[in-house]
């Protein structure tokens, strides 16, 4: 089970409003590699998982990336506090504010819905963790093409945070596969599924 | 590695934690209310008196309750993993 713990991974303190950013930001909270995501996806694929070492790299990994939906609500609420009429409408924030005022709902800087569609639990240990290291990539990435946009530094030093613990997990997932494959006959890591074939 | 887990002390836990999250959500919509946040302490202080008896027969509940010089965090069982 699960116990919240009251403060931010890494401090958010934004002074000026940007309701532009927060539309961009607010897809690594729902969109196709944002941290909901993330958390659903390594949470998911524990159950599955042969190996204990990794069955706790998921669960801390997975842990981590709930408190990182956290640290990107807390940017994206930040940056849409007091806004006026026009600031909404020259921020091209208004289809998001019609829906959702300035509540934080996970969604795709285009505006779609979180969907779990973006990720997958396969069941197969190598094919979870080939899919684990992708992600944290396509999190990088996302995080590199938001910190173009951000020429405030209040928001780029959380945002850098958040990209380099991308990187952390990545090398954190690289863990996990060399223990499964140490586990298993290197002559033909795929002769068999260790989460489901009896050997 | 793999511990044997000692069912009864595990069950002790779980319901001292239940009663403690039962009335924090009662508090959280009362939080002026004297008698419930006393019975919250006792629950509290019962919880610190059970945690060592805890940490020997089940092991760690979270990672920063790791005491031993080995990394007993990521030993089985984990918690869906019972015994059939
Ligand atoms: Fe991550």
């Known amino acids: ?199 | 590695m793999t511990r044997r887990i000692n069912k009864d002390v595990l069950k002790r836990m779980q319901q001292l934690d239940f009663a403690i999250w039962e009335t924090a959500l009662y508090l959280d919509g009362h939080p002026e209310n004297t008698q419930a946040l006393n019975y919250y302490k006792k629950l509290i202080a019962m919880r610190e008196d059970a945690k060592k008896d805890y940490e020997a027969n089940v092991g760690p509940a979270t990672h920063r309750d790791v005491k031993c010089d080995r990394w007993t965090w990521v030993d089985e069982p984990w918690p869906w993993q019972n015994e059939v």
Not at chain 1, 121 to 135: F, N, Q, R, V, Y
Not at chain 1, 167 to 180: E, L, T
Request: aromatic share 10%; net charge negative.
């Open chain 1, 1 to 199: 089970m699960w116990i919240y713990e009251k403060k931010l991974q890494f401090p958010v303190n934004i002074k000026t409003p940007n309701p532009a950013l927060a539309k961009l930001i607010i897809t690594q909270l729902g969109g196709p590699d944002g941290e909901m995501g993330a958390s659903t996806r390594y949470l998911s694929q524990r159950y599955s998982m042969p190996y204990s070492e990794v069955v706790g790299i998921l669960t801390d990994v997975g842990t981590e990336e709930l408190a990182h939906q956290e640290m990107v609500s807390a940017i994206v609420h930040q940056l849409t506090r007091n806004l006026t009429t026009d600031q909404i409408l020259d921020g091209g924030f208004a289809p998001y504010f019609v829906d959702h005022t300035t509540g934080i709902y996970p969604s795709s800087a285009t505006g779609e819905p979180f969907t779990a569609a973006t990720l997958q639990s396969t069941g197969d240990p190598i094919a979870d963790l080939s899919e684990d290291l992708a992600a944290e990539q396509k999190a990088r990435l996302t995080y590199d093409n938001i910190l173009r946009f951000c020429d405030d530094r209040d928001v780029a030093d959380p945002i850098r945070f958040l990209r380099e613990r991308e990187i952390v997990h990545f090398q954190r997932f690289g863990d996990g596969m060399r223990i499964v494959q140490d586990a298993l006959d290197y002559k033909n890591f795929y002769a068999y599924n260790p989460a489901f074939d009896k050997k």
